[in-house]
């Protein structure tokens, strides 16, 4: 399982989390927002339901196109796996990311065709089943809101660190949660 999102320097509370009970007639609080162009390091990371197997912090500045994924999956995913799991390089492994046109561009396939690893598609126009946006980045951004960081190594470190504190069973869980998701989708059409 893949996917990529933006960490930011100063990320502030959610709407959800900053809900509150209000009379009718109290006038509505201000909302802190994050000014655009903040400084924010993007995430490639890279799970199965043992935990993560990668978390890639980009490069700032560096634009996530087919050629620089490839170049994650052969330089740094495959490493990764040889280290942590190697029995998944053996007995084959199901690949899942979503549709995004870096992930189904042509030299990005025929990489993972090269390893053999079998590629789960990703069914058009649903968001709702990427497993990392509705578990793993909300849960991992829970431990980061409302900090503020100063550079790009500590907020390198404070991901590592959330993603270090999330339980093991929390990935067997969203993988469970994803599958209800992906038969639910095929159910209702």
């Given at each position: 399982m893949?996917?990529e999102?933006w960490v930011y320097?100063?990320?502030?509370e959610?709407?959800?989390?900053?809900?509150?009970w209000r009379?009718f007639?109290?006038?509505?609080?201000?909302?802190?927002r994050?000014?655009?162009?903040a400084l924010?390091?993007?995430h490639?990371?890279?799970?199965d339901?043992?935990?993560?197997?990668l978390?890639?912090?980009?490069?700032?500045?560096t634009t996530?196109n087919?050629h620089?994924?490839?170049k994650?999956?052969?330089d740094?995913?495959?490493?990764?796996?040889?280290?942590?799991?190697p029995?998944l390089?053996?007995?084959?492994i199901l690949?899942h990311?979503?549709?995004?046109p870096?992930h189904?561009?042509?030299?990005?396939?025929?990489v993972l065709?090269?390893?053999?690893w079998?590629l789960?598609?990703h069914?058009?126009?649903s968001?709702?089943l990427?497993?990392c946006?509705?578990?793993l980045?909300?849960?991992?951004k829970e431990?980061l809101?409302?900090q503020?960081?100063?550079t790009?190594?500590?907020?390198?470190h404070?991901?590592k660190?959330a993603?270090?504190n999330?339980?093991?069973?929390?990935?067997?869980?969203?993988?469970?949660?994803?599958l209800q998701r992906?038969?639910?989708?095929?159910?209702?059409?």
């Amino acid at each position: 399982m893949s996917d990529e999102t933006w960490v930011y320097f100063w990320d502030p509370e959610t709407k959800r989390q900053s809900a509150e009970w209000r009379d009718f007639d109290e006038p509505i609080p201000e909302k802190v927002r994050r000014k655009q162009g903040a400084l924010k390091v993007m995430h490639m990371i890279f799970f199965d339901m043992n935990g993560v197997i990668l978390r890639w912090p980009v490069p700032i500045g560096t634009t996530i196109n087919a050629h620089y994924y490839k170049k994650v999956l052969q330089d740094k995913l495959r490493p990764a796996i040889r280290k942590k799991q190697p029995r998944l390089l053996k007995s084959g492994i199901l690949f899942h990311h979503d549709n995004a046109p870096v992930h189904t561009a042509r030299a990005v396939t025929d990489v993972l065709a090269g390893y053999k690893w079998e590629l789960l598609e990703h069914p058009r126009y649903s968001p709702d089943l990427a497993p990392c946006d509705f578990h793993l980045f909300p849960k991992m951004k829970e431990h980061l809101n409302g900090q503020r960081f100063e550079t790009e190594e500590d907020i390198i470190h404070a991901t590592k660190v959330a993603i270090k504190n999330l339980d093991k069973c929390y990935y067997v869980t969203a993988f469970k949660d994803w599958l209800q998701r992906i038969e639910k989708c095929a159910n209702n059409g």
